[in-house]
């Protein structure tokens, strides 16, 4: 039972979003936590080669780049993690495909966990109105500004986001992060969340792709898997 458990995410594939500079901890051991538990796991980023971490403004590890942004499918993902950190978000949060990567894996109500500071890709990829997270203080009128709700708390999961409010809160993330992603793959496999899709607009795009190809729109995210599998039965 207990390696059972242990593999739970056992063929679920998670995108690790980093730059330069992102938060050493918060990578390294959600990386080590969610291979643990069998999910195939990608550092993804803009560029290639190394990245090197940061840790309390000290210099921390380097890791290498798995997979480059520019190259990849959003749809063949199940989750996404953008760690934290003094200088990753903001060079994510000015890149256009880390932000397109963000709007298609939530779209399609898939699983995100947003750590400390990495609040701010998804206030710049304008999916913060209408939810609750967790974020450094200082990240209070930016979320609420976008139409968030910020919450002065340590771990918030609301819908399919995970977010924390930072990096000290690493391992209530290692012990949520692996349940989080698993329950919300789960529900989305069930159709229980299409009433909240359908709340959000994207009937509509289910409706515009099924134009464009339904397998396209799928492998580029812009379908959940359920809404793609219901068209294909039309």
Do not use: C, M
């Not at 109500?109 to 998804?122: D, E, R, T, Y």
Request: aromatic fraction near 2%.
């Amino acid at each position: 039972e207990v390696a059972v458990a242990r593999k739970r995410l056992k063929g679920v594939r998670v995108a690790l979003l980093a730059a330069e500079g992102f938060e050493d901890t918060e990578l390294s051991k959600v990386r080590k936590r969610l291979r643990s538990r069998g999910a195939k796991v990608h550092i993804v980023s803009p560029g290639r080669g190394k990245l090197r971490g940061l840790h309390d403004l000290k210099k921390g590890r380097s890791v290498t780049v798995d997979r480059k942004l520019s190259k990849i499918k959003p749809g063949r993902y199940d989750a996404l993690v953008i760690p934290g950190g003094r200088v990753s978000p903001d060079t994510l949060r000015q890149n256009e495909e880390a932000l397109d990567l963000v709007r298609a894996i939530d779209r399609a109500g898939k699983p995100i966990a947003a750590l400390s500071g990495a609040a701010s890709v998804l206030i710049s990829a304008d999916r913060v109105k209408g939810r609750r997270l967790a974020a450094p203080p200082g990240q209070r009128d930016d979320i609420e500004n976008a139409g968030g709700k910020w919450k002065d708390r340590a771990l918030v999961v609301h819908r399919n986001w995970l977010s924390t409010s930072s990096a000290a809160e690493w391992r209530k993330v290692q012990k949520e992060l692996p349940r989080h992603i698993r329950k919300t793959l789960k529900r989305n496999r069930s159709g229980r969340h299409v009433k909240e899709l359908i709340a959000g607009g994207v009937a509509s795009a289910a409706i515009a792709a099924a134009g464009y190809g339904i397998s396209k729109a799928n492998d580029e995210g812009l379908l959940p898997e359920v809404v793609a599998q219901h068209l294909k039965e039309i």
